[in-house]
């Protein structure tokens, strides 16, 4: 069940984009603003809206800790917020012609390392290269590892390319053309063979939904298997997003629905038809059972997905990529509201349970420490707990632990003259590749030299040793 638990109306004209982090969320408008929420309490933080872009701000994206806020506008720039204040810490002009695709490119390749990442430059470059013959390239989507991204064309294809431009792959997909694409965030590997895959979907003019295996092979390349069609919009499709284990689609469209699919069996879940105007954006919530819509009507709904209730004999594997230990107490604030527990709220941040705290708690330590009188309440609470425990099956790896380009553990970490430690081979082929900067910064590099980190390999082996017991 989607129950549609609030509607934020501050936007003046239509809503372009919205995105989670663990806390927060952010839209953008073409009223050239960016608003941010709180999503235990999904008011509006202080210091939003956040002005700064002279047109319409088409697209906005948290870097993975949510500390970050960037956001892309008509006006051909680029800014980057402090998510924590609003401030802004700078504003890059981008080249104004090629700045519809820079958008759509933006979001997963700040994700990936950051501005003017080497992917942002594949963009540009395919179009000054003439590499884009037929049609415009009107949607990109960046796999979770770095290693590759896909563009959808006005003329229907879908082109796999590697992280030098190399074009892989090119199929045919939508006869009226492709109007944007989602990669998910999870790899899967092949059993038979051993062959890593990504589930990728593509959204077209021709009102549908395609879901596709992007399949990878040592010997045999890589290979865009078609998986099946999700039908259900009567309308162009102009929105779509994976939950965070792939296991859900959403989707918007002209004809003002949004429809959430089950990904394994095409099933349709949900048709929600709340909204009075074409649905242009959606989201999943990461850390949270929330869903975001946003739509030409001015307005973004939030909704609340109730994943108790069967879905196909499914049900999500994991919480967050984020280990539930690792919560901040606004992650857990989150939770409480995703779980129907907003009053607890108040009472977790003064007593400041974070996620190793939440799951130590016990019936004594609600009702002495926590002073919660109610015995239901405090039942409901530890149920609600166990649930969580039981939801959360994997570990992740610690955010320090993991390469800012490549985003996997690293195995031999070095030290830049930035600062930061990166996998060796990954700095190496970034200096290699005549970059002069900074993966992290933007900024020049004062010098070339690499150090090893050792005791960070240490504290990466002592982990890797925790897991294995």
Not at 177 to 199: A, L
Request: with cysteine; aromatic share 8%.
């Amino acid at each position: 069940m989607a129950t549609l638990i609030h509607t934020l109306s501050d936007h003046s004209d239509d809503v372009n984009c919205c995105a989670f982090s663990s806390s927060c969320l952010a839209t953008c408008s073409l009223d050239k603003t960016v608003r941010v929420y709180s999503l235990s309490t999904l008011a509006e933080l202080p210091f939003s809206p956040l002005r700064g872009h002279a047109y319409a701000v088409h697209c906005c994206c948290f870097s993975p800790s949510g500390r970050l806020l960037a956001s892309c506008s008509t006006d051909g720039t680029t800014a980057l917020w402090d998510a924590r204040d609003g401030r802004r810490l700078f504003k890059v002009q981008n080249l104004e012609q090629f700045g519809l695709l820079y958008q759509i490119a933006f979001e997963r390749s700040f994700l990936q390392n950051f501005i003017y990442s080497k992917f942002q430059s594949c963009i540009l470059l395919l179009f000054r290269s003439g590499s884009v013959k037929d049609g415009s390239l009107v949607a990109c989507a960046f796999s979770p590892n770095g290693s590759f991204f896909v563009t959808g064309s006005s003329s229907g294809d879908l082109t796999i390319w590697d992280d030098k431009m190399r074009c892989l792959y090119n199929e045919k997909a939508h006869d009226l053309g492709v109007t944007c694409c989602d990669i998910s965030s999870h790899p899967v590997s092949d059993s038979e063979n051993g062959s890593k895959y990504f589930q990728m979907a593509s959204c077209g003019q021709d009102n549908q939904i395609k879901l596709w295996l992007i399949l990878f092979a040592d010997f045999l390349g890589v290979e865009l298997k078609y998986k099946c069609t999700l039908n259900g919009h009567s309308a162009p499709v102009l929105a779509c997003a994976f939950s965070y284990d792939g296991q859900m689609l959403v989707s918007g469209s002209v004809d003002k629905c949004v429809i959430i699919f089950e990904t394994s069996t095409g099933n349709t879940l949900h048709t929600l038809s709340q909204h009075t105007r074409y649905v242009t954006t959606c989201a999943f919530a990461p850390h949270s059972h929330l869903l975001a819509t946003g739509s030409m009507d001015k307005t973004v709904h939030i909704w609340q997905l109730d994943l108790k209730q069967p879905c196909a004999g499914h049900t999500v594997e994991n919480e967050s990529k984020v280990a539930v230990e690792d919560w901040s107490e606004e992650d857990v604030s989150g939770w409480l509201c995703a779980q129907d527990l907003p009053d607890f709220v108040g009472l977790f941040k003064m007593n400041n349970i974070d996620g190793k705290e939440l799951l130590n708690l016990t019936k004594e330590s609600l009702a002495n420490e926590l002073k919660i009188e109610s015995l239901g309440l405090r039942s409901k609470v530890l149920q609600k707990i166990e649930e969580l425990k039981m939801t959360v099956s994997s570990v992740s790896v610690p955010d320090e632990f993991l390469c800012p380009i490549t985003r996997e553990l690293m195995k031999d970490p070095v030290i830049a003259a930035d600062g930061y430690s990166y996998e060796r081979e990954a700095m190496e082929l970034w200096i290699s590749s005549r970059r002069r900067s900074s993966p992290m910064t933007n900024l020049p590099l004062p010098s070339l030299l690499l150090t090893p980190n050792r005791t960070l390999k240490m504290a990466i082996a002592r982990w890797l040793e925790t897991q294995h017991k």
